[in-house]
């Protein structure tokens, strides 16, 4: 997959337009009608996406978080096998842009476009004022098809990004996954922390996500896994503010089994597959050792459940 930021190609494309914050199942179904009509036309896949999310720019009171970073959308939509990944930088000239002028001036000019592959109730253009009929005449216009996915389609699937930000919010990561058809990942870097889990005898990661616009899920204990060093290691992590040693900031801690290097300034993803329990405030630094050996027992057999199937 080619990423780029500048939008040209040299080759004549079927294009789908989106946002895809979370690359969930019904993103993948349409990236999948995408990539196989590609094949079937002699065509290039192009996927061309946005940031900053919209709402990020044209709402200024608006405190959305996204379940994915731009970097894992990369991540994701590459695995997935597209050929070509255009970011468009959102801004406020942009929204005004008409509708016309964005198909000419960027589908049919640069992307050279012969197929858009959209969902029905796709809307475009400045104040969102062009729909799918608008996009058909102007392929009737500028010589390109459109294919529309159908509301039957998309609600077969029954999901969209913002039930999966509700389920990460309420902890509900079985859920969250399930909808998007991967395990939830929060990727950052290892810094240094207070050492409190290493005096408990459980040394932590600290994870530091740079991206303030990034959805950390509802405070508490995770069973999570991640690949270092090419290995698959499992572990558990909290999300939460150490109430029982009176923290007040969130952090991001992750507790690996069987695992002893020294992972500092490295840059870590975590995925996130089950959930232990809400974040508690203990009486006494033993207690809290209790239960995190509880929580450990907990996990491993999770884990072991997992991978029994």
Partial sequence: MKIRNKIKIEHSSVVTIGTFDGV????????????????????????????????????????IKLINTIEERYAILESLGIDYLFVKKFTADFSRMGAEDFVKDILVDKLRVKKV???????????????IEDLRQFGLKYDFEVEEISAQEINEVSVSST?????????????????????????????????????????????????????IPKQGAYIVKSTIDGVLVYGMMNIGV???????????????????????NNRIRIELIGRLRDEQKFDSLEILKTQLEKDKLAAKSYISNLNVK
């Avoid at 196989?36 to 996927?47: C, D, P, R």
């Avoid at 040394?203 to 991206?211: D, G, L, S």
């Avoid at 089994?257 to 500092?264: A, E, M, Q, R, V």
């Fill in 24 to 63: 969930h199942i019904g993103h993948q179904k349409i990236i999948a009608r995408l990539i196989n009509t590609a094949k079937q036309e002699g065509l290039k896949s192009v996927i061309l996406t946005f940031f900053p999310h919209p709402r990020m720019v044209l709402q200024k009171d608006s405190h």
């Fill in 117 to 131: 592959i959209i969902g029905y109730d796709h809307r475009f253009g400045r104040n969102r004022n062009a729909d």
């Fill in 163 to 215: 039930k999966i930000r509700k389920a990460l919010a309420e902890g509900d990561i079985r859920k969250a996954n399930a909808y998007l058809g991967y395990d939830f990942m929060l990727t950052g870097t290892v810094t240094k922390g207070k050492g409190l889990g290493k005096q408990l005898g459980f040394p932590t990661a600290n994870i530091y996500i740079k991206e303030d616009y990034k959805l």
């Fill in 242 to 264: 150490n109430p029982t040693v009176n923290g007040e900031n969130l952090s991001l801690e992750v507790h690996f089994f069987n695992f002893n290097k020294d992972l500092y």
